[in-house]
Structures are given as C-alpha cells and as structure tokens.
C-alpha cells in the first residue's frame, strides 16, 4: 500500500521535496488554485494510474496506507491549494475509501504551525528523536497540562480525522524536514472519535518521573 505526499507549491524547494518520495509511494505537487475536489482527483487519478487489481472478482484501487501532506497553516485553515478548513474538509470523503484503517492508517500534516499558532513555554526535545522516544512524558497530557494558553478547539483536525476516517497528526509549532519526513517539534493527535493525545514533549524541571 502507497504512501501519498500532497506538497503545496508555495512551501521551500517543492520540487526537491517531491524528489524525495520514495519510488513505491506517490507524490504530488499541488497548485495554490486547486479546489478540494480538484485535490481529491488529483490523488485518485493518481492510484488509477499506479493500476487496479482484481481481488476477489472485484476492480478495486490500491489503498492508501497513509496521507502525507507539505503545507503550511494553523487551527482554523490549512494552507494546501485553495485552501482547507473546517467548512470544506468534508469534501475529502472520497479519500476514506482508499486510506487503510486500523493501527497504520492515519494522516500526517506536517508543515509549519500546522495545529497551532500561538506562542507557549514548553521546550522540547527536537529533531528526529522524537520518532523514537519512548515513554514521552507528555504523552496523553491535556491541554491543561501543557500550557496552551485559551486551549483551542482543533475543529479543522477533528473534521479531518472524521471525514478521513483515521487518525489526524499534527505539529503544534514548527515543522519535520521534509526529506526524512518526521516531526521535529511537539504534536498533537486527534482520532476519528474527537479524542486528542500530544506527544513529543520535553519540560525540563517542571515536573519529576517516579
């Protein structure tokens, strides 16, 4: 099952960006003007072209087993084409049918601010670390805990992790490099359900592990 990069255009160097993606997965470069539906046609297209196969005397796509998206924004709007935000994310829907569900279907937004864009006082451990850190002691911190002044709602990662059917990461302050494609900072996760855990977290001092 391919993994699918969306990479807006206005993000630093796109096109080596896309250069990145790995041969088996599929990659796409998507112009500031594309409608939602024109980003959902895109991907589709794209599967089309990699080949159907039959299974079980069906023509089926291959699935997805996970969508990776380049592209800057905030809570409210996510800054790929036209733009995507809380009122036309359900326009993505048809993408759920090819997303793989279960433990490795999920959603990666992974530009700058892409959660959150508001200053906090945490610091935190950075760098690709992070992907292998265990027993993080921020993980299934609320809001709260963190420090996240007038705790935001995350409507827009709530409608996409409904809409798409699985789980929706993203960065609460900067970015991964888009080479190695992991997370450098601090993230949060929203389910399909609404439900949120952060991880990634590194608050020297404010607290003790017993």
């Known amino acids: 099952m391919p993994v699918v990069y969306l990479i807006d255009e206005r993000v630093s160097n796109p096109r080596l960006i896309l250069d990145s993606v790995p041969e088996a997965d599929l990659g796409f470069l998507v112009n500031p003007y594309f409608t939602v539906g024109q980003i959902v046609s895109l991907v589709i297209k794209g599967l089309v072209t990699r080949g159907e196969k039959m299974i079980r005397?069906?023509?089926?796509?291959?699935?997805?087993?996970?969508l990776?998206?380049?592209?800057?924004?905030?809570d409210e709007e996510l800054r790929l084409g036209w733009g995507i935000n809380a009122r036309n994310a359900v326009q993505l829907a048809p993408l759920s049918l090819y997303l793989a569900s279960g433990a490795s279907g999920r959603c990666s937004l992974l530009g700058y601010n892409a959660a959150l864009n508001r200053p906090r006082r945490e610091q935190f451990l950075g760098g690709s670390a992070?992907?292998?850190?265990?027993?993080?002691p921020g993980h299934g911190w609320g809001p709260e805990d963190l420090d996240i002044p007038d705790e935001p709602r995350f409507e827009l990662l709530r409608v996409l992790a409904r809409t798409l059917g699985v789980p929706v990461i993203a960065g609460l302050d900067t970015h991964t490099t888009p080479f190695d494609w992991r997370f450098l900072d601090a993230t949060v996760t929203v389910d399909r359900f609404g439900d949120m855990t952060f991880t990634?977290?590194?608050?020297?001092?404010?607290?003790?592990?017993f």
């Open 57 to 66: 005397g069906r023509t089926e796509l291959p699935m997805i087993s996970e």
């Open 68 to 74: 990776r998206i380049m592209a800057a924004g905030h």
């Open 130 to 136: 992070i992907g292998e850190r265990f027993g993080s």
């Open 200 to 209: 990634g977290m590194d608050i020297p001092g404010s607290f003790e592990v």
